[in-house]
């Protein structure tokens, strides 16, 4: 009774007609995006290969340290020493360089909309709904527009990572910022501030720990996503994964998966302990 009174709205027809005219007129500037991100991608690729892996585990484990000390170091150089017997490291460092090129850009995107939001309550009213469109669509939808406009291969996956992992980063800016005292801002203005003053001086180092939390959640997200995507043809350990599930096997999924684990604990540890070393020298002002 429905369908006669109300007949099928053609929502894929528009959304295809949308996709072909973009195909038509925006291909120079999708060829542009593709090259950029291909040549991060290859970047990072290349800097976590040309370095030695024994090598390499010894400055991450440096690194765990200074952030987490020794029993977060530990846990990064017994991992990252099994990522390498289990002969996944490469395929490892394939996914790092993609997950950092995605939280990168995702970053470079996010923080400043989200500081444009935290500035017009009208720019926030405009975003919200496209944020929480962009986090509840399910994350294989992405996979179809991405392949359309940059074919199979790394970038489509980091593009669909970068829709799929934006949106904390730009609500948790949002909210650092206005989360700022009330008062400390009307000092600020008191004493003569200017807008970007009060904002590079006042707003956003109080409203770092925040912001590290968005990252975090950022970094997390586009880990996930990144995995799905070795469906349209990104390589690292997500292509591992993909493999073992068509081919059913469980013990070579398995492994792969671990890898994973272990690379989003080290990398979720490290962004929490800087949030943490962040929040102890606010307090301690």
Request: charged letters at 15%; proline letters at 6%; a positive charge.
């Amino acid at each position: 009774m429905i369908d006669v009174l109300i007949p099928k709205l053609p929502v894929a027809a528009w959304v295809d007609r949308i996709v072909e005219w973009m195909e038509l007129h925006v291909k120079p500037l999708f060829t542009a995006v593709k090259a950029v991100i291909g040549a991060v991608v290859d970047s990072f690729d290349w800097l976590f290969h040309v370095i030695p892996p024994l090598l390499l585990i010894v400055i991450f484990t440096l690194l765990a340290y200074w952030l987490g000390r020794w029993k977060m170091a530990l846990f990064t150089l017994i991992g990252f020493l099994l990522i390498e017997n289990l002969g996944l490291w490469d395929h490892t460092m394939q996914t790092l360089a993609l997950v950092i090129t995605a939280a990168v850009i995702s970053v470079l995107f996010g923080v400043p909309l989200g500081i444009l939001c935290a500035r017009s309550n009208a720019v926030q009213r405009g975003i919200t709904p496209i944020l929480d469109f962009m986090q509840t669509m399910p994350a294989f939808v992405y996979l179809l527009p991405a392949v359309s406009f940059f074919s199979l291969g790394v970038v489509p996956g980091v593009i669909a990572s970068i829709i799929f992992a934006i949106p904390p980063t730009i609500r948790l800016t949002n909210l650092g910022i206005r989360q700022v005292p009330r008062d400390l801002v009307e000092a600020a203005d008191a004493f003569g501030s200017t807008p970007m003053q009060k904002l590079l001086k006042l707003q956003l180092p109080l409203a770092v720990p925040t912001i590290m939390a968005g990252i975090n959640q950022t970094i997390m997200l586009a880990l996930s996503m990144v995995v799905i995507s070795s469906m349209i043809g990104a390589q690292g350990v997500g292509a591992d994964v993909y493999r073992a599930v068509t081919q059913a096997k469980i013990g070579v999924g398995f492994e792969a998966g671990l890898a994973i684990v272990i690379l989003a604990i080290v990398l979720d540890r490290m962004t929490q302990n800087i949030i943490r070393t962040k929040e102890r020298g606010r307090k301690q002002k």
